[in-house]
């Protein structure tokens, strides 16, 4: 049966992906399961979004949309160059709310420079689904093709462009009614640019943008691929503090919250540094960060050195992000 | 400093001790803090989780009403929503369509109930002390409001008595009391313990320094013979505890002879609805009757729970015992002696 | 064994307060304690305030230390 779990981004989807998708499409493109499809010069990338609520701190699911797919094509070293959508909504929803969405999708499809070629709109019985759900397809030229799994080795240094959680916690701090500090916002934007400078340098291995499952979902699946451990370096990891006292409160792992505007990236020591200071140069890289390292240890698993100089294992996610009292 | 001043005492006899409460496990592993105790000493865990400690049974209670009517919700804190029992999870019974939501506070369920008259709102609740007020008072707040629709099924549980059933064993040198649980029953019921059962308790804090001094106490007094109870977390924990919620506790329950997962029935242990209260008794209003329910024999969570083993001891440990796949109840919830062990664990060298 | 988390009383109406952790405000139910004031730290379980927390003490690991170190030397 298939669970909420299973569409978490955590183990579970994993774990259906790897039982039912994959052997049915079976093709060497879709077997190395990146962000995006590559295959000759292009990339080409699909996904659903149906975000509650849907409007939040710093966008809506219109720019989430949008963003979610040049994203994913960014990491994959391709630049965007049209969109597909398809937008359903449930009868009854206010035109004013469509409006709102379709603004902000033009919005950053413009900022990016990648066009909505063509489209679909449907409208189901109310209850049906919830709302509205996009889906949102982009087509890219790839200006980067020396990515992939295979090209890690150990010694290689883990990077991220800046502080990980924030969408979560601006979407998550609705469903628990927190009141969130003037300014805090979801880290939802498009990422193209940080790539182009940081691809200038060189030396970058693999990346791929946290978002649902969190760093740990990327992580660990970076480490199965590769058969190799991980090792994080807690101080270095560039949480907010609004995010890691929402975590304390509520019970949840900070390494599991989403973020829409952030990357990975595994690079060449030689190179990390540069790649490093040239991020900081733009406004949300400033907070990037060197967090951890690729070691030559035959265990495809992710280490945490906590700051109390203890190791802990951290595990994907396996499931929905649920609240504990312990 | 504190840590090493730990590791250098010197001690004359071989020493175990049980941290009674699972956020201490979780600290203790998270800090490193093992690496910091003189080798005679020795410091095992115990049941302190409310999740691992209530029964299969209750899981299956919760599933089958929420898969009985469209009518019925079941609300519970998130812990529990992953936990199996013989017929799966309660997010299990989400899947298949039964009404099952997690909430951070008993408060969210009331409210549900308030807002939605046509609907039968159960609230599966576990924990402690220090969780059973915040249930008294909803029990109470919808008497008040007279709010219907509302329901509670309680599998809350008293520390005390799984100490007392502990200690009494005489196989342990001391307690690492729970700091939390203290807030709400003070101190002095563990003085009843340290006396009859000539068990020294030390009442501590969650972090690493209140964890380090408090070891440091309670080596102190299991050498000195000091059957007596020390408070190392006065920020948060008074003599006569929280009165308030005593008193909410008091009115709303009765303790009752409860069954605890991997122990068995630990008599006055746990909290049932007082008759007064018994039109918001979740096990009245649905006619619940209780199962038993054989747990998996390869586990071992109840020795572990006793703190008879270590979880690496258990032969599924680590194998087909993970946190994706749990087998037993420890491996679940994170502060689970298992899954603390397992993400935290000695196993970790890094070498 | 349960999660409880220190937080600051920002505003208090009847028994439901407005608490705060390092930027993060919530409702926090204020009926098992009495005389709360703004200002107050509470600890904060599963969405109740269980203890105020005593300023005078907060230092007591570090006075108790201390006392160790006397008794000992
Ligand atoms: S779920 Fe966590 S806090 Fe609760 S009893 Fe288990 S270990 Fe302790
Ligand atoms: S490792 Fe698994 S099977 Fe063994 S005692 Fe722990 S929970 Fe039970």
Redesign the pocket.
Request: aromatic share 6%.
């Given at each position: 049966m298939i669970k909420l779990a299973h569409g978490s981004g955590g183990e579970k989807t994993r774990e259906l992906i790897e039982k039912l998708f994959l052997p049915a499409f079976k093709n060497p493109i879709l077997e190395k399961l990146e962000d995006s499809g590559r295959l000759n010069g292009i990339a080409i990338t699909i996904d659903g979004y149906t975000v509650k609520p849907i409007f939040f701190r710093g966008g809506d699911i219109g720019k989430l949309s949008i963003t979610g797919t040049v994203n994913d094509l960014a990491v994959c070293g391709a630049r965007p160059k049209a969109i597909a959508v398809s937008i359903i909504v449930e009868d009854g929803f206010p035109t004013e709310k469509l409006e709102k969405i379709v603004s902000s999708m033009a919005k950053i499809s413009r900022e990016v420079n990648a066009p909505i070629v063509t489209g679909d709109f449907k409208v189901v019985s109310k209850g049906e689904i919830d709302e509205i759900f996009i889906i949102t397809s982009g087509i890219g030229e790839i200006f980067y093709p020396s990515l992939g799994a295979d090209r890690v080795s150990a010694g290689d240094r883990i990077i991220v462009s800046g502080p990980i959680g924030d969408h979560s916690l601006a979407i998550m701090g609705e469903r628990y009614e927190v009141e969130l500090p003037q300014g805090f916002e979801s880290d939802c934007a498009p990422i193209l640019k940080l790539v182009e400078a940081i691809t200038q340098v060189g030396g970058i291995k693999w990346m791929r943008d946290p978002t649902r499952g969190g760093l740990a979902a990327a992580l660990n699946e970076l480490a199965k691929a590769i058969n190799k451990e991980i090792l994080i370096y807690e101080d270095s990891v560039p949480f907010r503090k609004e995010v890691l006292n929402f975590c304390e409160i509520f019970g949840f792992d900070p390494y599991h919250l989403a973020s829409e505007g952030r990357f990975i990236a595994v690079v060449d020591k030689e190179k990390s540094e540069k790649i490093l200071s040239e991020l900081t140069k733009f406004p949300e890289g400033k907070n990037a960060a060197i967090i951890g390292e690729v070691r030559e240890k035959s265990k495809g698993r992710v280490i945490v050195k906590t700051k109390f100089g203890g190791l802990r294992l951290l595990d994907p996610p396996t499931g929905e992000l649920l609240p504990r009292i312990c | 400093m504190l840590g090493e001043k730990l590791k250098n005492i010197k001690v004359k006899r071989h020493l175990r001790f049980m941290e009674v409460c699972g956020t201490h496990t979780v600290n203790i592993c998270r800090f490193g803090l093992r690496n910091l105790f003189p080798e005679e000493v020795e410091l095992r865990s115990g049941p302190g989780c409310p999740v691992c400690v209530t029964p299969a049974s209750a899981i299956k209670i919760g599933i089958d009403l929420a898969l009985k009517n469209d009518k019925f919700v079941i609300t519970t804190y998130g812990d529990m929503m992953k936990v199996p029992g013989p017929n799966g999870t309660l997010a299990d019974a989400k899947a298949k369509g039964g009404k099952v939501f997690s909430v951070y506070s008993i408060t969210e369920a009331l409210s549900l109930a308030e807002k939605n008259e046509d609907l039968k709102v159960i609230f599966l609740a576990v924990g402690f002390e220090t969780t059973a007020p915040a249930s008294a008072w909803a029990i109470k707040e919808a008497k008040l409001k007279n709010i219907k629709n509302f329901f509670l099924l309680s599998f809350h549980k008293l520390v005390p008595p799984a100490m007392e059933l502990l200690a009494s064993e005489g196989t342990l040198d001391g307690f690492l009391c729970p700091g939390h649980v203290s807030t709400i029953i003070g101190t002095e019921v563990y003085k009843n313990i340290a006396r009859k059962y000539k068990i020294p308790c030390v009442i501590s804090g969650f972090e690493a320094e209140d964890i380090i001094f408090a070891m440091i106490k309670l080596i102190e007094m299991a050498e000195n013979e000091a059957y007596d109870v020390f408070n190392a977390y006065k920020r948060a924990v008074k003599k006569e505890g929280n009165k308030v919620a005593q008193g909410l506790l008091n009115e709303v329950f009765e303790e009752v002879d409860s069954e605890w997962r991997g122990i068995g029935v630990i008599p006055k242990s746990g909290l049932d609805i007082k008759e007064e209260y018994a039109d918001f008794d979740a096990k009245i209003a649905f006619n619940i009757e209780k199962e038993d329910i054989p747990e998996?024999p390869?586990?071992?969570?109840g020795e572990?729970l006793k703190g008879y083993i270590y979880?690496y001891e258990?032969p599924?440990?680590g194998k087909s015992?993970i946190p994706e796949h749990?087998?037993?109840?420890?491996?679940i919830s994170s502060e689970?002696s298992?899954a603390a062990y397992y993400r935290y664990g000695g196993r970790l060298k890094d070498d | 064994m349960c999660l409880a988390v220190p937080h600051k009383v920002v505003e208090i109406n009847g028994k439901e307060a407005i608490t705060e952790l390092g930027g993060i405000k919530k409702k926090t139910r204020l009926d098992l304690l009495e005389d709360v004031k703004v200002g107050d730290f509470v600890l904060v379980h599963a969405g109740f305030a269980i203890e105020k927390l005593n300023p005078e003490e907060a230092r007591e690991i570090l006075d108790a230390w201390r006392e160790i170190e006397e008794h000992q030397s």
């Open positions: - | 998996n390869a586990c071992k969570c572990v979880p258990c599924l440990f015992c749990p087998i037993g109840p420890c491996m689970g298992c | -």
